[in-house]
């Protein structure tokens, strides 16, 4: 215990990165996300078949090798960003296609009614998706976009493999000093489980409030 008590600086800076992180990458992984739903849903078939190809690349490569890829293979191309940076980039298009995946099962809850109605009134495509389908989607997806965001909270710690000093990274600094796994890795084990519970009880909760009476 006296390991997390003289390292505490360093171990909360560790986690103000995997939350910085986080909230970043589910900001953008949210938008990017929603953009490739619509274009997975689009009349446009170029859009349609680029939007499938691209859930169908990232749900099939390793968040790994995506990471290893960026940070070691970009800068060879003249590419070149901060570590914490470029892992915010990959997590971002690595969990918008999960987010978009959600998204689709949600669309698919929408009556096709409503979409014939919303058509029948003059909505153009856009209005329909914006106005109608998108809104009810996002509704009936709370639980899993939650889940989605756990899973993109654990995937913060593979950030450490490649040289982002976030929480793992940073416990793992400590104890090659302290030499005390137990208590140090059980703490951050109970930080993530922590961090995760909030997640998933507040997606519950939002579930509750926005849940579509039919």
Do not use: H
């Amino acid at each position: 215990m006296s390991a997390l008590v003289e390292n505490w600086p360093a171990l909360l800076a560790g986690l103000g990165t995997t939350l910085l992180v986080l909230v970043t990458s589910a900001v953008g992984a949210l938008v990017l996300g929603t953009l490739v739903v619509v274009a997975r849903v689009s009349p446009v078939p170029v859009l349609r078949a680029a939007a499938f190809g691209y859930v169908q690349v990232l749900v099939n490569v390793p968040l790994l090798a995506l990471l290893l890829l960026a940070v070691f293979a970009l800068p060879d191309a003249g590419l070149l960003a901060p570590l914490t940076l470029t892992a915010i980039i990959v997590l971002t298009v690595y969990e918008a296609a999960y987010v978009a995946e959600a998204l689709r099962s949600g669309i698919n809850t929408v009556p096709r009614g409503q979409v014939e109605a919303s058509r029948a009134l003059g909505f153009t495509l856009s209005q329909t998706l914006r106005l109608v389908v998108v809104p009810q989607a996002a509704r009936a997806v709370v639980q899993p976009l939650g889940n989605v965001l756990i899973a993109l909270l654990m995937n913060t710690a593979l950030a450490a493999t490649v040289g982002v000093v976030e929480l793992t990274s940073a416990v793992n600094k400590v104890n090659l000093v302290q030499a005390e796994p137990i208590p140090i890795f059980g703490a951050a084990g109970l930080v993530y489980m922590a961090l995760a519970l909030v997640i998933g009880l507040g997606a519950g909760r939002i579930e509750k409030r926005v849940a579509i009476r039919r």
